[in-house]
């Protein structure tokens, strides 16, 4: 029903096109304003930032990801064949999070956070500073570069890597992993990535997770460093593990055909618990399904709680 007309004065500020997705939504070209704060120098320094992408890379796409209750708005994130980056505000800075940043060239080093890891990289703007516009088009740029290489289409016909019978894996399903190399997808969809500790195992598996779930699955892998900075990683039974040094593991995921599962070890020990359960007494888990929305606020609660309690030694 069309509203009556009112005979007060009209503004003429300009109505903002937004985009509300959940991480599954398709990715559509935007010229949205940020999010729901107040018009400061972090809305400013976004729309810096988006008129900077947009020159750098017309290709390029900008969609709302990660919508929460307390930031209702979702998460800027700019994306061509994956995620390039994201734009997050805090009180103090504005995060521009690289998703590949670890494989980028940054010779005006602009990276100064997350500078720990082997995959991501972010630039922390702080009030007042001031971005440097070509040297940030031509981080934007390379990234875009690493994801098509990435996404490049590889020889049909390629064998598996450590087949004792050197079978032709052509008709198998598979994926890339975030150095370009194939790898398997297993019953579900669920990435083949050998057993093996530290992060670079458990990007290469993010990195195969097929669609939404990958965008998904970095989500997860973000946020649970946020929360234990110290977190241990490892992947185990084709399944990205986290825990603590000496008390086990706390967390791990795994993809199906329609869902990730995230399980919980310890879970019934969570406030609230998680609602999955099964034979194991100990052990909560949720499905998070394509258009689910990943309540931030509560998974970090858990996470937090989980990590600060005895976890699952296999």
């Not at 029903?1 to 997705?21: D, G, I, L």
């Not at 010779?107 to 956070?113: C, H, Y």
């Not at 890339?176 to 458990?202: E, W, Y």
């Amino acid at each position: 029903m069309k509203a009556p007309k009112s005979n007060s004065r009209k503004t003429t500020e300009p109505r903002a096109k937004r985009k509300s997705v959940t991480p599954s939504a398709k990715a559509t070209k935007s010229t949205q304003t940020s999010g729901p704060i107040a018009a400061d120098w972090r809305t400013e320094t976004l729309d810096e930032v988006r008129r900077l992408i947009e020159q750098a890379d017309p290709e390029i796409v900008e969609e709302r990801k990660w919508i929460k209750p307390s930031n209702p708005a979702g998460v800027p994130t700019w994306s061509r064949e994956g995620i390039v980056c994201t734009g997050e505000t805090y009180k103090q800075v504005v995060k521009l999070t690289f998703a590949r940043g670890a494989s980028l060239e940054d010779p005006k080093r602009l990276f100064n956070s997350s500078l720990e890891g082997n995959t991501r990289r972010a630039i922390d703007i702080r009030e007042g500073e001031k971005l440097d516009a070509k040297a940030f088009k031509s981080l934007i740029r390379a990234a875009v570069a690493e994801n098509l290489r990435l996404k490049a289409p590889q020889p049909k016909n390629s064998l598996k890597n450590g087949s004792k019978s050197g079978k032709i894996v052509g008709s198998m399903k598979t994926a890339t992993d975030r150095n370009g190399k194939k790898v398997v997808l297993l019953s579900g969809g669920n990435p083949q990535i050998a057993k093996s500790d530290g992060d670079a195992p458990v990007q290469a598996y993010i990195a195969a997770m097929p669609g939404w779930k990958s965008d998904l699955g970095q989500r997860i892998d973000l946020l649970i460093e946020s929360a234990v900075p110290q977190v241990r990683k490892a992947v185990k039974w084709n399944s990205p593990f986290y825990g603590v040094e000496g008390q086990g593991w706390f967390a791990s995921f795994h993809v199906f055909t329609r869902y990730v599962k995230l399980t919980f070890f310890r879970g019934a020990q969570l406030q609230p618990m998680p609602p999955g359960s099964g034979k194991d007494k100990d052990a909560r888990w949720i499905d998070l399904y394509e258009d689910d929305p990943l309540d931030e606020a509560q998974f970090t609660s858990w996470v937090k709680q989980a990590a600060a309690i005895p976890g699952w030694i296999p």
